[in-house]
């Protein structure tokens, strides 16, 4: 018989043998036979012993499949490598930028402002996410000439400004043309004509003595707000309008300044011409809106084919909506009074309140749409 593996019984065996062969020999020279020596007793294993083993039996299988999903992971990371190095074994040919060889271009700035709306109230409601009165009125010109000067900074780093077309485009006020005005205007409509006169003629006297080399050509439309008539006239109405006035009177403020020049024909259509480009300008209230799809593009694109035939311009500006857009040929202004309950109850969008500017470039047309804020 052999002797058992496990230590414990293997001693205990042992014990066994040694004592058996001792016995036989004290036999054979007739010897006292020696007691036996008693086994030394071996506590059996306890649970903590059994569970501590299995651990450890346990836990080298699991580093031995750790240490094979490692193993493979690393053959499988040096083939992404090898591919990798493959592409960039060559390095790429860098992109040679074609220079631009025309150098600095000349350009004229076209700033529009309109639907000021200046002494109407807005109240803010859960509805209507703006406030305004003359005070935010007065706030906002003033951003919005600080914003065009600012712009104009921007645009002479790179192009040769000799213009700025400054367009007028009327709903400078709200006048009392409804019965809600009435109860909505904080002044009368010659009263708000004479406070916006103030705010236009000091932003204009400070983009002249921003940029002193510009000239400022200033086209102006009435809107429909400021008229005193019940019904809008196409021939006559000029001469009913608070803001022809208004535009006379700023003529007027500015006839020293040789630099500053203003237009206002008697015509609804205004047109001027800068850099052998035409540009018409027009409030926009003669425009049927009708909220149909694309919103104000169709209606837009449908009046300016018309005119068209009229006179052939490149660029058309219309305001009215109090909906800032772009369509290239024709820029429909947004409003500095912003959201009312009056654009609510007709579907306007909810436009912040924002003006437009745009770069003609004396080569390449139209360039550098962009909004001027207003809110203060
Ligand atoms: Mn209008």
Excluded at 79 to 98: K, N, S
Excluded at 225 to 234: E, I, K, L
Excluded at 241 to 268: G, I
């Amino acid at each position: 018989m052999t002797a058992p593996r496990d230590p414990a019984r293997r001693e205990e065996y042992l014990a066994r043998e040694r004592a058996r062969n001792a016995r036989r020999a004290a036999r054979r020279i007739h010897a006292p036979t020696p007691a036996p020596t008693p086994a030394p007793a071996t506590p059996p294993p306890t649970l903590d012993d059994e569970r501590r083993a299995e651990r450890e039996r346990r836990d080298g299988i699991g580093t031995r499949a750790s240490l094979r999903r490692a193993l493979a992971r690393v053959d499988e990371l040096e083939g992404v490598v090898a591919t990798l190095e493959r592409y960039t074994a060559e390095p790429l040919r860098a992109v040679d930028p074609a220079p631009s060889r025309h150098g600095r271009h000349a350009a004229a700035a076209v700033a529009l402002l309109s639907d000021v709306h200046a002494e109407e109230r807005v109240e803010r409601t859960p509805a209507i996410p703006n406030e305004y009165s003359l005070a935010h009125a007065e706030r906002r010109l003033a951003r919005f000439f600080g914003g065009l000067g600012w712009l104009l900074t921007d645009c002479a780093r790179t192009y040769d400004v000799g213009t700025l077309v400054l367009w007028l485009g009327g709903d400078l006020i709200s006048g009392d043309i409804h019965d809600e005005l009435l109860e909505r205007c904080e002044v009368p409509p010659g009263e708000a004509m004479l406070r916006v006169r103030d705010w236009i003629a000091a932003g204009i006297a400070r983009v002249r003595t921003e940029h002193p080399t510009l000239d400022v050509l200033v086209p102006c439309s009435v809107g429909n707000h400021a008229r005193t008539t019940d019904r809008m006239r196409a021939a006559t109405g000029y001469g009913h309008s608070w803001e022809w006035v208004l535009y006379n009177v700023l003529a007027s403020d500015f006839r020293h300044d040789t630099r500053v020049r203003f237009h206002a024909p008697k015509d609804e259509l205004v047109y001027v011409d800068v850099l052998d480009m035409s540009l018409a300008f027009h409030h926009g209230h003669r425009l049927r809106y009708n909220g149909g799809i694309g919103g104000l593009t169709i209606p837009m694109i449908k009046a300016v084919h018309r005119w068209q035939a009229w006179r052939d311009c490149d660029f058309y500006s219309f305001g009215h909506f109090h909906t800032r857009l772009d369509l290239g040929q024709i820029a429909v202004n947004g409003s500095v009074i912003g959201p009312n309950a009056y654009g609510l109850s007709i579907g306007f969008s909810p436009d912040v309140p924002q003006q437009s500017f745009f770069l003609l470039d004396a080569e390449r047309g139209k360039t550098r749409v962009e909004p001027i804020w207003v809110t203060e």
